[in-house]
């Protein structure tokens, strides 16, 4: 029960951000005081788009992602969230980034790694 609760905490969190942060748009302002439109506007499709793809992940591949890169949780304390080992961690990560890149080369053929 503390597990789902955890987890929808930080779902909910995760929700309420501003998601293009998430691709670090403000370092990028940050370093140079004019950023081309077109830029932001690629970014912010670039985010939708991870976003939506990571909503179709299944539940556990999901949950892992988000808290080990989006919230930026160490893997060990993910492990103990979602109450896995941290092999197991590993292993949903490393099936939450094939599936990603399964579906955004859908969109995105001809972009590289």
Avoid: W
């Avoid at 998430?22 to 499709?45: N, T, W, Y």
């Avoid at 591949?61 to 979602?82: G, H, N, W």
């Avoid at 941290?86 to 980034?97: T, W």
């Amino acid at each position: 029960m503390i597990y789902r609760t955890t987890v929808n905490a930080a779902l909910n969190k995760i929700k309420s951000k501003k998601k293009i942060l998430f691709l670090g748009l403000d370092q990028a302002h940050e370093q140079s005081s004019f950023v081309h439109p077109r830029f932001i506007m690629e970014r912010a499709e670039y985010a939708k788009l991870l976003y939506r793809t990571i909503q179709i992940l299944p539940d556990s591949q999901k949950t892992c992602f988000i808290l080990s890169y989006i919230e930026e949780l160490p893997r060990k304390e993910v492990a103990d969230i979602m109450n896995l080992s941290l092999k197991a961690v590993e292993s949903l990560l490393q099936r939450a980034k094939k599936n990603l890149q399964k579906n955004l080369i859908k969109h995105y053929p001809n972009r590289r790694k």
